[in-house]
T-cell receptor, first 113, second 115 residues
Framework: GQQVMQIPQYQHVQEGEDFTTYCNSS?????IQWYKQRPGGHPVFLIQ?????EVKKQKRLTFQFGEAKKNSSLHITATQTTDVGTYFC?????????????FGKGTKLSVIP | DVKVTQSSRYLVKRTGEKVFLECVQD?????MFWYRQDPGLGLRLIYF???????EKGDIPEGYSVSREKKERFSLILESASTNQTSMYLC??????????????FGPGTRLTVL
């Protein structure tokens, strides 16, 4: 079945350092979504990328969708303690019902002050 | 703002008990989902529903059933709880846009412990 893989599983950074998480799908995706889950919280939607090669920015966060629409990345510039949490990518399930998402296992980011 | 609520934040049950987890959304979303979240395993889909009385199995439906009698409410049922069902359960909802994938809105989660 379809797989969405994320690396790394964990990342510890010093505050002010950059951070990147990578997402790879076993199948071509029509779009990819990114979610953030704060410690003790629930996943919250960040962004959706649709076009091949698309790049979107949200302040210090930069999201990219690969040319082949099989991979994506999230880059945070100059991390802050407020960036702590787990970041998930998710793509439409390759089967009936494109409203179903397949989530990666997430990258847990820790920021050392 | 979309609001997805879940009946309990924390729940402790005994092995063999029947457990009901309820989820309510207030945005008239067609789709509703139940996930469980375990460390290192990410979010795994248990069941989803795209309409009242309609349900589809997700990746890990064994040991669970669901009910959707009203559009805003989606219930997850553990017929006979077992210790390996100790987990965080997350409900989510989304619009149904034919062919498009809409974002999912999650509830706060229910942390279930089965003793």
């Amino acid at each position: 079945g379809q797989q969405v893989m994320q690396i790394p599983q964990y990342q510890h950074v010093q505050e002010g350092e950059d951070f990147t998480t990578y997402c790879n799908s076993s199948t071509t995706l029509s779009n990819i979504q990114w979610y953030k889950q704060r410690p003790g919280g629930h996943p919250v939607f960040l962004i959706q990328l649709v076009k091949s090669g698309e790049v979107k920015k949200q302040k210090r966060l930069t999201f990219q969708f690969g040319e082949a629409k099989k991979n994506s990345s999230l880059h945070i510039t100059a991390t802050q303690t407020t960036d702590v949490g787990t970041y998930f990518c998710a793509g439409p399930h390759s089967g009936a019902g494109s409203y179903q998402l397949t989530f990666g296992k997430g990258t847990k980011l820790s920021v050392i002050p | 703002d979309v609001k997805v609520t879940q009946s309990s934040r924390y729940l402790v049950k005994r092995t063999g008990e029947k457990v009901f987890l309820e989820c309510v959304q207030d945005m008239d979303h067609e789709n509703m989902f139940w996930y469980r979240q375990d460390p290192g395993l990410g979010l795994r889909l248990i069941y989803f529903s795209y309409d009242v009385k309609m349900k589809e199995k997700g990746d890990i439906p064994e040991g669970y059933s669901v009910s959707r009698e009203k559009k805003e409410r989606f219930s997850l049922i553990l017929e006979s709880a077992s210790t390996n069902q100790t987990s965080m359960y997350l409900c989510a909802s989304s619009f149904l846009h034919g062919g498009a994938t809409d974002t999912q809105y999650f509830g706060p989660g229910t942390r279930l412990t089965v003793l």
